[in-house]
C-alpha cells in the first residue's frame, strides 16, 4: 500500500482528475472499510484470524495491483471500495492476532508490530522513489503486489492457529458474540474509536496526500515527491519501536496526549512556514516540510496500536468483536475525515486542507485523557 501512495500523484495525473475529485473518489475506500470492519469480527469468528488473514492477502495484492491500471476516474472509487474492504478485513485478523500474543506475554508490544508495518511502508515509498522514472505505475504496482502476497503467505503459516481465538472466546464470556454490548461499554469504545480515526486521519492524509503535495505545490520532480512520505515513515518507524517502552513507564493516557499536541502543532507549523519559503527556494521547502513529517511521524507512532491495546483490553468482550467495532466507527468518521480534506482541497487549497489532519491529531491527543475512565481498563 505503501507504494501504491508513494504513485498516487501520478495515478491521479493518468485519469486526469482534480484534488477534489480525486480525493473524494479515494475516500470511497473508507465506505469499503466500513464494510470490512462490519463483517471482519463475524468471519473471524467463524474461521480463525489466521486463516482470515491467508485468504484476505490475496484481495489486498489484487486491489494494489490494480491501481497502476487505472485511466479513467470512475475507475478509482471502484479499486478503492475493492481495497479497502480487502484491508480492513486484513486488520481486523492481524490486529486481533497482535493482541492475543500481546496479552500472553503482559508487555506493550503492539507498537513495535505496527512498526514492523512501518518498515515495509518505507521500504515501499524508498524503492517507489528510486524506481519511478524507471518503472511505470502498472509494472511497479503488480511486482510489488506479488512480492507482498508471497510473504504474507510463507509468514502467515506461523500466526496463532484458531485454538488461540476460541481460547480468547472463551476467556471473555462476559459478553456472548450475539449479546448486545451494554451501554457503558460501548459508551467507552466511542472514545477509544473516535480517538483512534482521528490519529488515523493524520496518518491517511501523509499516504493520500504527500506525494500531491511535494509535486504540486512544492513543484518538486517525480521520485523526489516521495522523500515526505519516507521521512515520515522513517520516524513512525523509531516511534513504534520505542513507543512500548515508553507507554509502559508512563501509560498509554500520557504517551498519546504529548504525541497527539506535538505531532499535530509541529506538522501545521512545518506546513505553513514551507509554504512561506517555497517561492524562494523549494528545495529549503522541501527540508522543512521532510522535518514537518518528522514530527508528525514522532506523534502518531504509538496512537493506532495504543488505542488497538485499549479496546482489546476491556473485560468480557472478546478481542475481535471489539477491534472489529471499533473499526466500524473509525472508518465512518475516517471516510468524513477524508471527504473534509477533499473538499477544503478544491475550496481552498490542498496545503490549508491539511491543516485540517493537523487539528484531528491535536484532538486525538486530547481526547486520551479519557481512557482513564476505561471499566476495570489496566492501563488507569
Not at 486526469?16 to 468471519?43: E, H, P, Q, W, Y
Not at 480517538?195 to 512544492?218: F, H
Not at 487539528?359 to 481526547?367: C, I, K, T
Given at each position: 500500500?505503501?507504494?501504491?501512495?508513494a504513485?498516487l500523484?501520478e495515478i491521479?495525473s493518468?485519469v486526469?482528475?482534480?484534488?477534489?475529485?480525486?480525493?473524494?473518489?479515494?475516500?470511497?475506500?473508507?465506505?469499503g472499510s466500513l464494510?470490512?470492519t462490519f463483517?471482519?469480527?463475524?468471519i473471524?469468528?467463524?474461521i480463525?484470524?489466521?486463516r482470515?488473514v491467508?485468504?484476505?492477502?490475496?484481495?489486498?495484492?489484487?486491489?494494489?495491483?490494480?491501481?497502476?491500471?487505472?485511466?479513467?476516474?470512475?475507475?478509482?472509487?471502484?479499486?478503492?471500495?475493492?481495497?479497502?474492504?480487502c484491508?480492513?478485513?486484513g486488520n481486523?485478523?492481524?490486529?486481533?492476532?497482535a493482541s492475543?500474543i500481546?496479552?500472553?506475554?503482559?508487555?506493550s508490544?503492539?507498537?513495535?508490530?505496527?512498526?514492523?508495518?512501518s518498515?515495509?511502508a518505507?521500504?515501499g515509498?524508498?524503492?517507489?522513489?528510486?524506481?519511478?522514472?524507471?518503472?511505470?505505475p502498472?509494472?511497479?504496482?503488480v511486482i510489488?503486489?506479488?512480492?507482498?502476497?508471497?510473504?504474507?503467505t510463507?509468514v502467515?503459516?506461523?500466526l496463532l492457529?484458531?485454538?488461540?481465538?476460541?481460547q480468547?472466546?472463551?476467556a471473555?464470556q462476559?459478553i456472548?458474540?450475539?449479546?448486545?454490548?451494554?451501554?457503558?461499554i460501548k459508551?467507552?469504545?466511542?472514545i477509544v474509536s473516535?480517538g483512534s480515526l482521528?490519529?488515523?486521519?493524520?496518518e491517511?492524509?501523509?499516504?493520500?496526500w504527500?506525494?500531491?503535495?511535494?509535486?504540486e505545490?512544492l513543484?518538486l520532480?517525480?521520485g523526489i515527491?516521495?522523500?515526505g512520505?519516507?521521512?515520515?515513515l522513517?520516524?513512525?518507524i523509531i516511534g513504534r519501536?520505542s513507543?512500548?517502552?515508553?507507554?509502559?513507564?508512563?501509560g498509554?493516557?500520557k504517551v498519546?496526549?504529548?504525541?497527539g499536541i506535538?505531532?499535530g502543532?509541529?506538522?501545521?507549523?512545518?506546513?505553513?512556514?514551507?509554504?512561506s519559503?517555497?517561492h524562494?527556494?523549494k528545495?529549503?521547502?522541501?527540508?522543512?516540510m521532510?522535518?514537518?513529517?518528522?514530527?508528525?511521524?514522532?506523534?502518531v507512532?504509538p496512537?493506532?496500536p495504543?488505542?488497538?491495546?485499549v479496546?482489546?483490553s476491556?473485560?468480557?468482550?472478546p478481542?475481535s468483536r471489539a477491534?472489529?467495532?471499533m473499526?466500524i466507527f473509525?472508518s465512518l468518521g475516517?471516510f468524513?475525515?477524508?471527504?473534509i480534506?477533499?473538499?477544503?482541497?478544491?475550496?481552498?487549497s490542498l496545503p490549508?486542507?491539511?491543516l485540517?489532519?493537523?487539528?484531528?491529531?491535536?484532538?486525538?491527543?486530547?481526547l486520551?485523557n479519557?481512557?482513564?475512565?476505561?471499566i476495570?481498563s489496566?492501563?488507569?
Amino acid at each position: 500500500m505503501a507504494a501504491t501512495g508513494a504513485r498516487l500523484a501520478e495515478i491521479k495525473s493518468n485519469v486526469g482528475a482534480t484534488n477534489t475529485a480525486f480525493g473524494v473518489s479515494i475516500m470511497v475506500g473508507n465506505l469499503g472499510s466500513l464494510l470490512g470492519t462490519f463483517i471482519g469480527g463475524r468471519i473471524a469468528h467463524r474461521i480463525g484470524t489466521r486463516r482470515l488473514v491467508q485468504t484476505i492477502i490475496f484481495g489486498v495484492a489484487i486491489s494494489q495491483g490494480l491501481y497502476g491500471f487505472l485511466n479513467a476516474l470512475w475507475q478509482v472509487p471502484l479499486v478503492a471500495f475493492f481495497a479497502g474492504t480487502c484491508y480492513a478485513l486484513g486488520n481486523v485478523g492481524v490486529n486481533s492476532q497482535a493482541s492475543m500474543i500481546e496479552s500472553r506475554f503482559g508487555k506493550s508490544l503492539l507498537p513495535s508490530f505496527h512498526g514492523s508495518w512501518s518498515l515495509g511502508a518505507l521500504f515501499g515509498s524508498l524503492s517507489a522513489g528510486a524506481i519511478a522514472r524507471v518503472l511505470t505505475p502498472e509494472k511497479h504496482l503488480v511486482i510489488n503486489s506479488v512480492i507482498a502476497l508471497v510473504g504474507v503467505t510463507l509468514v502467515s503459516r506461523r500466526l496463532l492457529p484458531i485454538l488461540a481465538d476460541r481460547q480468547d472466546i472463551a476467556a471473555n464470556q462476559g459478553i456472548k458474540h450475539k449479546q448486545p454490548i451494554p451501554r457503558e461499554i460501548k459508551k467507552f469504545l466511542y472514545i477509544v474509536s473516535l480517538g483512534s480515526l482521528l490519529a488515523l486521519m493524520a496518518e491517511a492524509s501523509v499516504g493520500d496526500w504527500s506525494s500531491i503535495l511535494l509535486k504540486e505545490d512544492l513543484h518538486l520532480a517525480i521520485g523526489i515527491n516521495t522523500l515526505g512520505y519516507s521521512s515520515f515513515l522513517l520516524a513512525q518507524i523509531i516511534g513504534r519501536f520505542s513507543a512500548g517502552k515508553l507507554i509502559d513507564k508512563f501509560g498509554i493516557p500520557k504517551v498519546l496526549r504529548v504525541g497527539g499536541i506535538v505531532g499535530g502543532v509541529g506538522y501545521a507549523a512545518g506546513l505553513l512556514l514551507s509554504l512561506s519559503v517555497v517561492h524562494h527556494s523549494k528545495y529549503l521547502a522541501l527540508v522543512i516540510m521532510c522535518l514537518a513529517y518528522v514530527i508528525l511521524g514522532f506523534g502518531v507512532a504509538p496512537m493506532p496500536p495504543a488505542y488497538v491495546t485499549v479496546s482489546s483490553s476491556i473485560p468480557g468482550l472478546p478481542t475481535s468483536r471489539a477491534l472489529a467495532r471499533m473499526g466500524i466507527f473509525s472508518s465512518l468518521g475516517f471516510f468524513l475525515g477524508r471527504g473534509i480534506v477533499s473538499l477544503l482541497a478544491g475550496v481552498v487549497s490542498l496545503p490549508i486542507a491539511l491543516l485540517f489532519p493537523a487539528l484531528a491529531l491535536v484532538g486525538s491527543g486530547l481526547l486520551a485523557n479519557r481512557l482513564r475512565e476505561g471499566i476495570n481498563s489496566p492501563l488507569s
